[in-house]
T-cell receptor, first 112, second 113 residues
């Protein structure tokens, strides 16, 4: 199993550009989520999904959009990038929300 | 507000020492607690998951304990090795199986040869 994969590993955007961070898992996990990690702030939940077709907001959802059309994929869309969205983004998955979470390797995003 | 605190923020020990990392949480009504390891520039690796009904979990040289009444969890690392050097994160889940994980800011551990 590849586990949780994320692409790209690194990305530089200009303010106002849009992009999609990709996340995929091959473990047939129902629960997937997106976090951002900032220095001194810890990890914060952006959006999560409990299954295909179901998504919900986390702690810091503004400026981000998600959809879940398949069990395997959970892309995160930045609608209009802002410097405040410079961060490292992690995708995670588990069999259920309360079970052991598995994390991807992260995407380091810089918005100029 | 539900908060998770990890003290100290950084710890340096000589190789071979047994050590304890601390995690405290403000609300004792947790669903479960998970310890992670994060190497520089990498993702998080799950170490141990403790359900609210459990007191401890063990994996190899690692032992995690949970005391809900005092709002504390500890991660015990036996016979530390330089390869244990990493940042250790504690995360608490509230609100049942669909609740969100609240992360601490981590303890950066350095084990000197």
């Amino acid at each position: 199993n590849a586990g949780v994969t994320q692409t790209p590993k690194f990305q530089v955007l200009k303010t106002g550009q849009s992009m999609t961070l990709q996340c995929a898992q091959d473990m047939n996990h129902e629960y997937m989520s997106w976090y951002r990690q900032d220095p001194g702030m810890g990890l914060r939940l952006i959006h999560y999904s409990v299954g295909a077709g179901i998504t919900d907001q986390g702690e810091v959802p503004n400026g981000y959009n998600v959809s879940r059309s398949t069990t395997e994929d959970f892309p995160l869309r930045l609608l209009s990038a802002a410097p405040s969205q410079t961060s490292v983004y992690f995708c995670a998955s588990s069999y259920g929300g309360g079970n052991e979470q598995f994390f991807g390797p992260g995407t380091r995003l810089t918005v100029l | 507000k539900q908060e998770v605190t990890q003290i100290p923020a950084a710890l340096s020990v000589p190789e071979g020492e047994n050590l304890v990392l601390n995690c405290s949480f403000t609300d004792s009504a947790i669903y479960n607690l998970q310890w992670f390891r994060q190497d520089p520039g990498k993702g998080l690796t799950s170490l141990l998951l403790i359900q609210s009904s459990q007191r401890e979990q063990t994996s190899g040289r690692l032992n995690a304990s949970l005391d809900k009444s005092s709002g504390r969890s500890t991660l015990y690392i036996a016979a530390s090795q330089p390869g244990d050097s990493a940042t250790y994160l504690c995360a608490v889940r509230y609100g049942g199986s669909q609740g969100n994980l609240i992360f601490g800011k981590g303890t950066k551990l350095s084990v000197k040869p």
